[in-house]
C-alpha cells in the first residue's frame, strides 16, 4: 500500500508587524487568501489528510487553520514545536514515530525544508518553494516507521498563483 505525505509551505507571513520573535509571525492578507485556496483546491482535488502535522509557528497554525475551515471532515491535528526550523530528517524521524496508521499525512512546515524534503524523498530538485505552495509526494511504503530516503515519488506540486479564486 502507497501513503501519501502532503507537503506545504505556510502562507506569505506579514513582515510589517513587529512581534519579536520570528516564531510569532504572522500571516499576512495574502498568505490568508492563499491558505484558504490551497485549502479549497484539496478540497477539489478529493484530498482527505488523516492527520495533519505542522509547525507551531504562528504563520504555520494559521495556515493550518484555513485549511481545516475548507474541509467537511476533522482530521487528527498536531502543532509541534520540533517541526519549527528542523531539517529533513528530522522530519522523516518525527513523521516515523508520529503518522501511525494515517494513509494521508499533510505536513505544515517552512523553507527550506519543504524543498528539501522532496528532494530529500523523492531525488526531485525543487528549486523554489513558494509560499502556501502544496506538493503531493507518494511513499513506497506501508508502515510510516518504514520513511526514509528515496522512497516517494512527486505526483504534483501547485502553487496558489495557478489556481483561480
Known amino acids: 500500500m502507497v501513503k501519501t505525505l502532503l507537503i506545504m509551505r505556510h502562507g506569505k507571513s ?17 498568505g490568508r487568501k492563499a491558505a484558504t485556496r490551497m485549502g479549497r483546491h484539496l478540497v477539489e482535488r478529493g484530498v482527505d489528510p488523516d492527520l495533519v ?7 504555520t497554525r494559521e495556515t493550518t487553520e484555513r485549511l481545516l475551515a475548507c474541509w467537511g471532515g476533522t482530521p487528527r491535528v498536531i502543532f509541534d514545536r520540533a517541526l519549527y526550523l528542523t531539517d529533513t530528517d528530522g522530519v522523516i524521524e518525527y513523521l516515523s514515530r508520529t503518522a501511525g496508521d494515517a494513509q494521508v499525512v499533510l505536513l505544515v512546515n517552512h523553507e527550506p525544508t519543504c524543498s528539501l524534503l522532496v528532494h530529500c524523498l523523492c531525488r526531485e530538485n525543487v528549486d523554489h518553494f513558494p509560499t502556501a505552495a502544496l506538493a ?3 511513499l513506497a511504503i506501508d508502515d510510516w516507521q518504514d520513511l526514509r530516503r528515496n522512497v516517494g515519488t512527486l505526483a504534483w506540486m501547485t502553487v496558489p498563483r495557478e489556481l483561480s479564486g
Not at 53 to 59: G, K, M, N, T, Y
Open 14 to 30: 506579514d513582515w510589517e508587524t513587529s512581534v519579536g520573535r520570528d516564531h510569532e509571525r504572522l500571516l499576512n492578507e495574502r
Open 53 to 59: 502535522v505542522s509547525s507551531s509557528a504562528v504563520r
Open 136 to 138: 503531493r509526494v507518494d
